[in-house]
Nanobody
Framework: QVQLVESGGGLVQPGGSLRLSCAASGFTLDYYAIAWFRQAPGKEREGVSCISYRDGSTYYVDSVQGRFTISRDNAKNTAYLQMNSLKPEDTAVYYC????????????????WGQGIQVTVSS
């Protein structure tokens, strides 16, 4: 059974940090681009970051550049999103997604999705 399972979300104060994990089962992440998307209440799902499988290139939306870091550990079949200096506007449900093709900010381009995990940044 193909699955992506996110973990590591929760409640954090502004300026704090969280590390999200995305564990894959039923397939190997080695040959997939991995992205993180998020969706806040009343807003569209937006791409946050992506890491390619070809050369490990990473991409970030401007609003998280310099604060978030995406990585992957193919040996553990897991991808990560380290989130530092969190802001209230980072509050959203975060999803990881896998694409056989390439990184894209369009959610339609992804083959597999996790169920999502809540991240809340509040004092």
């Amino acid at each position: 059974q193909v699955q992506l399972v996110e973990s590591g979300g929760g409640l954090v104060q502004p300026g704090g940090s969280l590390r999200l994990s995305c564990a894959a089962s039923g397939f190997t992440l080695d040959y997939y681009a991995i992205a993180w998307f998020r969706q806040a209440p009343g807003k569209e799902r937006e791409g946050v970051s992506c890491i390619s499988y070809r050369d490990g290139s990473t991409y970030y939306v401007d609003s998280v550049q310099g604060r978030f870091t995406i990585s992957r550990d193919n040996a553990k079949n897991t991808a990560y999103l380290q989130m530092n200096s969190l802001k209230p506007e980072d509050t959203a449900v975060y999803y990881c997604a896998a694409s056989e093709v390439k990184c894209s900010w369009f959610y339609q381009g992804y083959d597999y999705w996790g169920q999502g995990i809540q991240v809340t940044v509040s004092s």
